[in-house]
C-alpha cells in the first residue's frame, strides 16, 4: 500500500482512504476463498502429526480438502474471468496528436502546471462533458489501431466545447479534469478503480445471452459473485470518485479559477443549444436517413440565435471574435464530421458509414434534403394511408390535396376521426422504420467487422444507446403529417419556401420570414375536429387547399 505523503490535500487523503476501504473488500473475498484451503492445511497437519486420528477426523479431513478444491478451482475460473473482462469503453472519435498538436500541447502545458502527468491520448465524445478514461486493458485496442504504452488515462473532450468554447474557456474547463491524473496515477486507487471496473464488466457479460451453452453456468456464477462484491465497495467507490474530483479541483484552483467561473456559464449554455440542435434539427435529418455532417459548427449558429433571442444570453455573442478553441485542430472539418456521425449513431442508431439510406447533409442543403423531402414523405404517407381506409378524394382537381385530409378529420366532432387515422398512420410508420432499421443493423455489422469502429468495444447493447426522445404517439405523428401536408400546399401554391431554425428545426418561410404560429390551427383540427381555426389561418395567406400537391 501506498504511503500518505506529507502536505497532501484532505481530498487526496480521502480518496485514498475510500481505495482502501474498496481493496478491503477484495481482501475479504479472498480470505473467504482461502478460508476452506486453510482448513484443510490445518486437518491434514494435524494428521500427519498424529494428533487429529481417528474415523471422524478421516472423514472431516477428506470433506473440508475436497472442499477446499472445489471452492479454489470455482474461485480461480471466477477471478478469471472478472480479470479478462473488457470493459465497457465510451464510444469517442480517436484524436491522435498529428490531427491536434496544439490541442496536445495545450494539454500537455497543462498538465506540467498542474505538476501531473499528462493523459496519453486524447479523444472527442459528441456530449456537453469531459472526463478521464482508463484504457490500458489490453482488450481496449481496436483490431489495427496501435496499443498505448502509457498508463496516464485518457482525456475525453465534448467536442461541441472545441467549436463554442474560446481557447482560454477551454483551458480553464480541462483544468480540473487534467488535474485529476495525478491521483490516477496512486497505485492504491488505479487499483481500486480495476477492481470495480472488473466487477462491472463480468456482471456485463453474466447478463449476455449469446454466449455458448458451456460457459453460461460459470458466467451465472461469475455475475452473482460478482453483484454481489458490487453492492459491498458501491459506497466507498463512489466516495473514492468525489474525493478525486474535490482533489483534482482543489489542485487545480490556482490556473484560470477566475476564468473558469465565467467559463462554467458556457458549458450551461452550450448544452442548452446541443440539447436543442439534437432534438430539433438533427433528429428530423435522421429519421428521414440523412445525417448532418457539422453538428459541432451547428451549435455555433444554435447558441448565436438563442442569444439573439433571450435576453439572458445577450453578450455571449461578443466572445465569437476571440479565437475559438476548434482553431486548434488540424481540420476541424473532418474532425466535425467524425463527431456528427458518432452523435447519429448514438442518439438514433444509424450505420457506421454513409449509405444510400443513410448519407450526410449539410447545412445548406438542409432546407432543400430534409425539409421539402420530410413534408413531402408525410404526405405522401397520409394519402396513402387515406386510401387504404377508404376515404373518398375530394371533390375537385384530381390528386392529393389538403382539403381531402381537412374534410375527414373534421367529419365527426371532438377529433373521433383521428383514432382510426393515427392507429394507421403509425402502424405504418412503424412499418417503413422496421424496414430500415433492418438496412442499418446489416450496414453496422459489417462496419463493427471491419477496422476502427468506434463502438466496436463499447459492448452488444442495440443502437441507439442514448435514444433523445420516447417514441412519439398517435395523435402526434398525425399533428406532423398534417403540418408537412400544409406546408406543402403553402410551397406550391403561394410560393413559401422550406428553412432551417437552428433552435426549432424545420421551418415555413412565407415571403422570407418564419411562420411559427401553424402548429395551434393544426391541433385544433386533429384534437378536437374543428377545421375553421386552419381555414382563417390559410386564408390569411392566399394558400388553395383544393390544389394538388406534389408528392414525394
Not at 500541447?105 to 472527442?124: G, I, K, Q, T, Y
Not at 489501431?145 to 488515462?153: D, E, T
Not at 452473482?224 to 483534482?248: D, H, I, T, Y
Request: hydrophobic share 45%; proline share 7%.
Amino acid at each position: 500500500m501506498s504511503g500518505t505523503a506529507i502536505g497532501e490535500s484532505v481530498g487526496a487523503r480521502g480518496a485514498r482512504s475510500k481505495a482502501l476501504a474498496v481493496l478491503r473488500v477484495r481482501g475479504w473475498a479472498t480470505a473467504v476463498a482461502l478460508l476452506p484451503a486453510a482448513s484443510a492445511v490445518v486437518l491434514l497437519a494435524g494428521g500427519a502429526m498424529g494428533r487429529m486420528t481417528g474415523g471422524g477426523w478421516d472423514v472431516a479431513r477428506w470433506t473440508v480438502t475436497v472442499c477446499a478444491v472445489v471452492v479454489l478451482l470455482a474461485t480461480t475460473a471466477v477471478a478469471a474471468v472478472i480479470t479478462r473482462a473488457t470493459p465497457a469503453l465510451s464510444p469517442t472519435v480517436e484524436l491522435p496528436e498529428r490531427s491536434a498538436p496544439d490541442l496536445y500541447r495545450l494539454v500537455h502545458d497543462l498538465a506540467e502546471r498542474l505538476d501531473v502527468p499528462a493523459p496519453s491520448a486524447l479523444a472527442l465524445t459528441p456530449d456537453c462533458d469531459s472526463w478521464l478514461e482508463d484504457r490500458t486493458h489490453p482488450a481496449h485496442s481496436i483490431s489495427g489501431a496501435r496499443r498505448r504504452s502509457g498508463k496516464a488515462p485518457v482525456l475525453v473532450i465534448g467536442s461541441p466545447f472545441l467549436w463554442w468554447m474560446r481557447v482560454a474557456e477551454l483551458r480553464a474547463v480541462l483544468a480540473p479534469v487534467v488535474a485529476g491524473t495525478g491521483l490516477a496515477a496512486d497505485p492504491d486507487i488505479a487499483a481500486a478503480r480495476r477492481f470495480v471496473r472488473g466487477l462491472d464488466a463480468a456482471v456485463a457479460d453474466a447478463a449476455d445471452t449469446g454466449q455458448r451453452p458451456i460457459r453460461r453456468p460459470l458466467s451465472l456464477l461469475t455475475g452473482r459473485m460478482a453483484r454481489a462484491l458490487l453492492r459491498a465497495c458501491q459506497m466507498p467507490a463512489a466516495e473514492m470518485e468525489r474525493w478525486v474530483a474535490a482533489a483534482a479541483s482543489e489542485r487545480a484552483q490556482d490556473v484560470d479559477y477566475g476564468l473558469r467561473i465565467v467559463a462554467q456559464e458556457q458549458v450551461g449554455l452550450a448544452y442548452a443549444g446541443w440539447d436543442r440542435l439534437l432534438t430539433r434539427v438533427a433528429l428530423p435529418a435522421w429519421r428521414m436517413g440523412r445525417w448532418p455532417s457539422r453538428l459541432d459548427a451547428g451549435v455555433v449558429s444554435a447558441l448565436t440565435e438563442l442569444s439573439r433571442r433571450d435576453r439572458l444570453a445577450e453578450g455571449f455573442t461578443s466572445r465569437l471574435g476571440e479565437r475559438p478553441a476548434c482553431d486548434l485542430l488540424e481540420e476541424p472539418g473532418a474532425v466535425d464530421e467524425a463527431a456528427s456521425l458518432l452523435a447519429a449513431r448514438l442518439f438514433h442508431g444509424g450505420p457506421a458509414g454513409s449509405g444510400p439510406n443513410w448519407s450526410p447533409v449539410d447545412w445548406q442543403q438542409y432546407p432543400d434534403e430534409v425539409v421539402d423531402r420530410k413534408w413531402r414523405t408525410e404526405a405522401a404517407r397520409i394519402h396513402q394511408v387515406l386510401d387504404e381506409l377508404g376515404v373518398p378524394p375530394s371533390a375537385g382537381p384530381d390528386g392529393p390535396t389538403l382539403t381531402r385530409v381537412m374534410e375527414h378529420l373534421s367529419q365527426r366532432p371532438g377529433g373521433a376521426a383521428s383514432e382510426d387515422l393515427a392507429a394507421a398512420l403509425t402502424a405504418r410508420a412503424a412499418r417503413e422504420e422496421a424496414g430500415r432499421e433492418a438496412g442499418a443493423a446489416g450496414q453496422s455489422h459489417a462496419a463493427r467487422e471491419g477496422v476502427g469502429d468506434a463502438l466496436a468495444l463499447w459492448g452488444g447493447d442495440p443502437l441507439p444507446l442514448c435514444p433523445l426522445q420516447p417514441p412519439r404517439t398517435g395523435r402526434e405523428l398525425l399533428a406532423d403529417h398534417v403540418v408537412a401536408m400544409v406546408c406543402c400546399t403553402a410551397v406550391d401554391t403561394v410560393g413559401a419556401a422550406p428553412g432551417l431554425d437552428w433552435l426549432d428545426g424545420p421551418a415555413l418561410l412565407i415571403d422570407g420570414e418564419r411562420r411559427g404560429d401553424l402548429m395551434a390551427p393544426v391541433l385544433s383540427l386533429v384534437e378536437d375536429g374543428d377545421a375553421q381555426p386552419l381555414r382563417v389561418w390559410l386564408g390569411s395567406l392566399g394558400v388553395r387547399p383544393e390544389k394538388p400537391v406534389r408528392l414525394a
